[in-house]
Antibody, heavy 121, light 108 residues
């Protein structure tokens, strides 16, 4: 059974940092691209960042570029999101999601339960 | 950047068919995927590649995509279908994932 379990969320002050983790199990983690998607309270889904299976390709939403860093450790079956210079507008539930990607398509077939990040003084 | 437009809300009586649209420039040339999200839960993939369903998703849910509009149709709507629905594409020109703003389906 595929499982994605996020951790590391919490309350942080504006300008602070936080590192999210996503522990994967039930599949060959090193074979899949992974993403972070967030959802502000009462709002829709917002894509944050993606990383390919071997970390060769990394992309960020403009709203987090230069502040967030995505990474992975295939030996530990783990995905990470280092978040620096946090702002109030980064407050959201952060989901990790597994990518199913074939030629011309790219979608999320499994999601974690999410971890809440609150940026407030 | 590529934009996907969804109606904020759709209402339908039980047993009827709900249609949720997702508009985008020449979206028919892209693969569209749909997610269902119930309150307090993570999103769940319900349609991928325009019209395919993951295992376990009932055939009451179907998708189509042509021109500038993709559509998720839910036939014989039940109270349990009440949820937020999001469309999603991969924008190859920017290498970004794009979500629609979401549609809240209300079963009357």
């Amino acid at each position: 059974e595929v499982q994605l379990v996020e951790s590391g969320g919490g309350l942080v002050k504006p300008g602070g940092s936080l590192r999210l983790s996503c522990a994967a199990s039930g599949f060959t983690f090193s074979s899949y691209s992974m993403n972070w998607v967030r959802q502000a309270p009462g709002k829709g889904l917002e894509w944050v960042s993606s990383i390919s299976s071997s970390s060769s390709y990394i992309y960020y939403a403009d709203s987090v570029k230069g502040r967030f860093t995505i990474s992975r450790d295939n030996a530990k079956n783990s995905l990470y999101l280092q978040m620096n210079s946090l702002r109030a507008e980064d407050t959201a539930v952060y989901y990790c999601a597994r990518v199913n990607s074939t030629f011309g398509t790219y979608y999320f077939d499994y999601w974690g339960q999410g971890t809440l990040v609150t940026v407030s003084s | 950047s590529y934009v996907l437009t969804q109606p904020p809300s759709v209402s339908v009586a039980p047993g009827q068919t709900a249609r949720i649209t997702c508009g985008g420039n020449n979206i028919g040339s892209k693969s569209v995927h749909w997610y269902q999200q119930k309150p307090g839960q993570a999103p769940v993939l319900v349609v991928y590649d325009d019209s395919d369903r993951p295992s376990g998703i009932p055939d009451r849910l179907s998708g189509s995509n042509s021109g500038n509009t993709a559509t998720l149709a839910i036939s014989r709507v039940e109270a349990g279908d009440e949820a937020d629905y999001y469309c999603q594409v991969w924008d190859s020109s920017s290498d970004h994932v794009v979500f629609g703003g979401g549609t809240k389906l209300t079963v009357l």
